[in-house]
């Protein structure tokens, strides 16, 4: 046993039973030494006759099992502290209420007591170690506080991450004595989840010192009971077994109310109150269409529909709700011209038609054969045309796609632009990638088939909607020189004149399809 | 166990590379149907690896150094463990109860049999004379791939969904598990080829056309064509000895793959050089293979030369005849609407062959036979006053609703429901001189082509 936990054990009065000798250290802080509890009974330890139970006896191994060895923590330390364990618990007869098998293994124990101790010489800077509690043995520990300064919230929190089920709800009120903000300080030094505990605990209040004695061992009462039910605690809970306890196949069962969430990345399995479940995430979805619909804030509404996504995700959400989502979003995505953002709805889409969930698999269809025409990828067009079934020829949108395809390929731009003008659904958001580039080409067509034409022919040829709309084209490209205004007469251009100008910008615009995340 | 063994002595000791790479094939010589019982039954799991290792080693005629004597026994181990799942697999067919997974067994006893394979080529314990053992290991390696698969998509559907924490709900939409990690074997096995820095005579480099093929192959059938670039590359950057010198049948194949890769990256260009020279190349009796290499070369030079397949060429390939005679006679004939039935009434074995987008276009040619059609009906210009009949010259001002007229004969059948506009014939006009089929320039007051007075269609004699 390291000097500092001693130190810190004698500190805090912990019974001194649990050692093999007493310890009578020095004196070293202000704090009055706490009598020991009351109504704790002191049992002779020696005169018990135990019989061990197959959970402990589980524990035991577990503690000596080789893959569960911890470097820098020797057998002989390990069995000390596991000793310390089993009598401790054994003397309070609690040896069948504590969950043996998410009980922390002794290493484990020694290695955090290291940490706290080293955090809290670095904190304080003459080796107080205050902290440095055996934090399995604080469980009921029933000492009255005496030093009577109120709590903060955060503590508790900070103890949720380090500490495992029999210690977590108990946390004496002596502890929280006379060190807030060196507490404080601790608490976020022990890893990453701290984040997210502090907005997801709701047991925060609870541990004011405020609280009676009855109260306190009420509560405790109340979480012993709950605990072997409480199955759904997640792994995280206790960062020690990580290895063994996570089953990353099982869905998370959502229990988060809140509407909206900002998305984040997952790097670790998901708490279950930060994932809402399905009927939440339904009004959601209403919620995001309105605001959709009134706010059009296109970055907060894509990644809203982000943490939506994620949360049916990491729950297996698979039927028609989830389609409707990524529908929509693969909608809005459109809307803004957000390629990279939509070919991943439609990846997705893709895959959830297959599974017969219902929704719009021909209005995607038909936006697929269109971005294929936008990426000009003949491998995948040709893929998707092997796909094709009769019946999906058949449907509206994936005709006039596949129309729209065919009249691009024979260079057909009179039909191309007709078929522009009456596109079903959203296709027209989607021929808009490649309007332009198309016109171009109408426009390196015509330059040298025709000497002149008039400009209404080139409205009307090209779909736009108007002369001055036709004209405003034509000055962005550089060609408004071609436009001869004549006194009585329309507006005519001399399209020979520019065949050489159309071509290179016809030849640019084809070259560079570039999206993010395309497929 | 010694008896089992002396077809791969044998071949072994004449250093036939070809023989010992057929007693290690997972189907039985013609000659010899029950080879692969009698070799299962000649031992059993328990004392296959000690009866192999001595009948290899401790024979007398053997010759073999320790370190190959102790790699072909590992290869040989997996190898008898794989024909004890072929078997298997064999009598349930038989017998009608294939189970779920035997497929995969299969594939995966026999991916041990190449991994050691590979081991011990890349180790330098087995020769490289041998090499065709590779290529037996690979082509198998390919075919259970492929079969396992077939039977994981039947026992579980297409799509495979996250399980983990990621944002999307699929995973991918993978069905070909084992054939993706056969393809990942096989580019193990390619590099061991091409990477070897044994001299020449000496090197595995002899086998990296086959390889390479292998990998087209598979690409192919995981429709994943674009990795195909990646072997290519790594082809084009070794130091590998001239094509020429390596086998024909390497040749062919790699000259076709590179051909329809070429193809369709619509270069049409490299992909008729390649093409041709694998048409040349290809063993007269191979029938299959020439078929292959003229499914896409004559797509190729009808879009890049405007050449048709003549009916003797097509006569011999009753299949290719039945795909392209339709189309090539309505080109011929400036036949619209007979072309584009054709193409529909292929369009399934085009489009699997992925020839349909290129035929597609060689609409073009046939529109371009048809406004021909219309110039020469157009006959002559009057003869002015001097001019003899050698003077004469084409009619070269053709109005549109000529041509338009010209379209809309056979285009009125029903069914097709398509109305022509006149501005959408001007159009297709305008496609012909952009795309230099017909030099001209239309005058849109006048509702006139005017024809260039001198080869008004290039290339056509008129």
């Known amino acids: 046993m390291s000097i500092p936990t001693t130190i810190g054990w004698a500190h805090h009065s912990m019974p001194p039973h649990a050692l093999a000798y007493n310890v009578v250290p020095a004196r070293q802080s202000l704090a009055r030494p706490m009598p020991p509890a009351a109504e704790q009974p002191v049992p002779a330890p020696k005169a018990r006759k135990v019989q061990w139970s197959q959970p402990v006896r589980d524990y035991v191994q577990r503690a000596f099992a080789a893959e569960n060895a911890l470097e820098g923590i020797g057998q002989e330390e390990m069995q000390t502290k596991l000793k310390q364990v089993i009598s401790y618990f054994a003397e309070r007869d609690m040896l069948d209420t504590i969950d043996w098998e998410r009980h922390p293994l002794p290493q484990h124990l020694i290695a955090e007591e290291r940490q706290a101790a080293a955090m809290a010489s670095t904190m304080n800077g003459y080796g107080w170690t205050n902290n440095a509690v055996p934090i399995h043995l604080s469980f009921p520990t029933g000492t009255t506080n005496t030093a009577s300064s109120p709590p903060s919230s955060k503590k508790r929190k900070s103890m949720d991450d380090q500490l495992t089920e029999p210690a977590e709800e108990a946390i004496p009120p002596w502890r929280k004595a006379n060190r807030n903000a060196f507490e404080d300080r601790i608490t976020y030094s022990h890893g990453p989840n701290d984040k997210r505990h502090k907005k997801n605990d709701f047991n925060a209040g609870n541990g004011s010192s405020k609280f009676s004695q009855a109260d306190l061992e009420k509560r405790k009462a109340r979480f012993r009971t709950e605990m072997p039910g409480n199955q759904t605690t997640p792994p995280w809970a206790s960062p020690r077994n990580d290895s063994d306890s996570e089953n990353p196949t099982g869905p998370v069962i959502g229990t988060n109310q809140e509407l909206l969430k900002n998305y984040l990345r997952l790097t670790a399995p998901p708490k279950p109150e930060t994932v809402r479940p399905q009927h939440v995430l339904e009004k959601t979805l209403e919620l995001l269409k309105k605001k959709w619909r009134y706010e059009s804030n296109y970055n907060y509404i894509c990644d809203q529909f982000k943490s939506l996504r994620q949360d049916l995700t990491v729950q297996h959400i698979k039927n028609a709700f989830t389609v409707s989502v990524y529908e929509i979003h693969a909608r809005i995505a459109l809307e803004k011209g957000d390629l990279g953002e939509y070919n991943q709805c439609q990846t997705q889409l893709r895959a959830l038609y297959s599974q017969k969930l219902g929704g719009h698999p021909a209005e995607f269809l038909a936006y697929r054969i269109l971005y294929y025409v936008y990426t000009c990828n003949q491998t995948d067009m040709n893929d998707l045309l092997a796909e094709l079934t009769p019946a999906d020829k058949s449907q509206q949108a994936v005709k006039h796609a596949l129309d729209v395809r065919s009249a691009l390929a024979l260079g057909n731009y009179h039909r191309f632009f007709r078929l522009y003008l009456a596109a079903p659904y959203m296709g027209a958001y989607l021929m808009d990638m490649f309007i332009e580039r198309e016109r171009l080409a109408a426009l390196a067509n015509i330059s040298r088939a025709y000497m002149t034409v008039q400009l209404r022919f080139i409205t009307d040829e090209l779909g736009f909607d108007s002369d001055a709309d036709c004209f405003e084209f034509l000055r962005s490209h550089g060609a408004q020189y071609l436009v001869i205004h004549a006194e009585g007469e329309p507006a005519r251009v001399n399209v020979k004149d520019a065949k050489n100008l159309f071509e290179q910008l016809r030849a640019a615009a084809f070259k560079t399809v570039d999206i993010k995340g395309q497929i | ?462």
């Open chain 2, 1 to 462: 166990m010694q008896a089992a063994l002396e077809p791969f002595r044998q071949a072994h000791r004449a250093m036939n590379g070809y023989e010992v790479a057929d007693s290690l094939k997972p189907i039985a010589p013609r000659h010899d149907p029950g080879r692969l019982y009698t070799f299962y039954r000649a031992s059993n799991a328990h004392q296959v690896e000690s009866e192999i290792r001595y009948a290899l080693k401790y024979s007398k005629s053997s010759g073999l150094t320790r370190n190959e004597s102790s790699a072909w026994t590992e290869v040989l181990v997996s190898y008898w463990k794989a024909i004890g799942e072929i078997l298997a697999i064999e009598e349930a067919t038989n017998q009608g109860r294939l189970c779920d997974g035997q497929w995969t067994a299969v594939y995966d006893a026999w991916k041990e049999v190449t991994n050691n394979l590979i081991k011990h080529y890349s180790n330098g314990n087995l020769p490289a004379w041998t090499i065709v053992c590779l290529y037996v290991a690979g082509t198998y390696l390919r075919t259970f791939a492929i079969k396992a698969d077939e039977q994981l998509a039947k026992a579980k559907g297409g799509v495979t969904f996250n399980s983990g924490f990621q944002d999307d709900v699929v995973d991918s939409m993978a069905k070909n598990e084992k054939l993706e990690d056969a393809a990942r074997q096989l580019n193990r096995m390619f590099s061991l080829c091409i990477g070897d820095r044994n001299p020449i005579m000496e090197s595995r480099k002899w086998g990296t056309y086959y390889m390479a093929n292998l990998q087209f192959k598979t690409y192919f059938k995981l429709k994943a064509i674009g990795l195909s670039k990646n072997v290519v590359r790594s082809i084009n950057a070794s130091d590998l000895p001239p094509l020429e010198n390596f086998p024909k049948s390497h040749q062919v194949t790699f000259k076709y793959y590179t051909g329809v890769l070429a193809f369709l990256q619509e270069d049409y260009a490299q992909a008729e050089t390649h093409l041709t020279e694998a048409w040349r190349l290809c063993h007269k009796d191979a029938t299959k293979n020439q078929e292959l290499i003229l499914t896409y070369l004559i797509p190729c030079r009808l879009v890049a030369r405007h050449t048709v397949p003549t009916s003797a060429l097509l006569a011999h390939f009753p299949h290719l005849q039945q795909l392209f005679s339709p189309l090539v006679t309505c080109i011929k004939r400036g036949d619209l609407s007979g072309f584009d039935n054709a193409l529909i009434a292929c369009e399934d074995e085009f489009v699997k062959r992925r020839i349909y987008l290129t035929l597609e276009r060689t609409r073009d040619i046939a529109l371009r036979n048809l406004l021909r059609k219309v110039f020469i009906a157009g006959g002559y210009e009057p003869l002015k006053e001097g001019q003899t009949d050698a003077d004469r010259i084409r009619r070269t001002r053709i109005p549109v609703a000529e041509f338009a007229a010209a379209f809309r004969i056979g285009m009125s059948g029903e069914g097709t429901g398509q109305v022509l506009e006149d501005d959408e014939v001007e159009c297709m006009i305008a496609n012909m001189i952009y795309k230099g089929l017909l030099k001209g320039y239309i005058s849109r007051e006048r509702s006139m082509v005017v024809l260039n007075k001198k080869g008004a269609f290039p290339g056509t004699g008129v």
